[in-house]
């Protein structure tokens, strides 16, 4: 088992920057991928990005590609999520994720924060 509890989101102005923080517990923290995801009320949950076991692999959404950048400090167990240029379209609750393989499907991955809302504001 892996909890995960995401922190970090708030009401930011277009143009802004927030980094949000995913903070894992239990297993081995290192073995799994963690991918970050979003879902927009009234919208399906929407992928992110994902990293690899040791951050030196990332990948990105189009959408976000360029604004956003995601990383892992293995030793203290978290994973962030920096997000620049924001956009009110960025509005959304922000989920991270660990699971075991790259993916941008929402089934790759085994266990699910609570999520952090991010609001952007025009």
């Known amino acids: 088992q892996v909890q995960l509890v995401e922190s970090g989101g708030g009401l930011v102005q277009a143009g802004g920057s927030v980094r949000l923080s995913c903070a894992a517990s239990?297993?081995?923290?290192?073995?799994?991928?963690l991918g970050w995801f979003r879902q927009a009320p009234g919208k399906e949950r929407e992928f992110v990005g994902s990293?690899?076991?040791?951050?030196?692999?990332?990948n990105y959404a189009d959408s976000v590609r360029g604004r956003f950048t995601i990383s892992r400090d293995n030793a203290k167990s978290t994973a962030y999520l920096q997000m620049t240029s924001l956009k009110p379209e960025d509005t959304a609750v922000y989920y991270c994720?660990?699971?075991?393989?790259?993916?941008?499907?929402?089934?790759?991955?085994?266990?699910w924060g609570q999520g952090t809302q991010v609001t952007v504001s025009s």
């Open positions: 994720a660990a699971g075991e393989a790259m993916s941008w499907t929402t089934q790759e991955y085994e266990y």
């Open positions: 239990g297993r081995t923290f290192s073995r799994y991928i």
């Open positions: 990293i690899n076991w040791y951050g030196y692999n990332t």
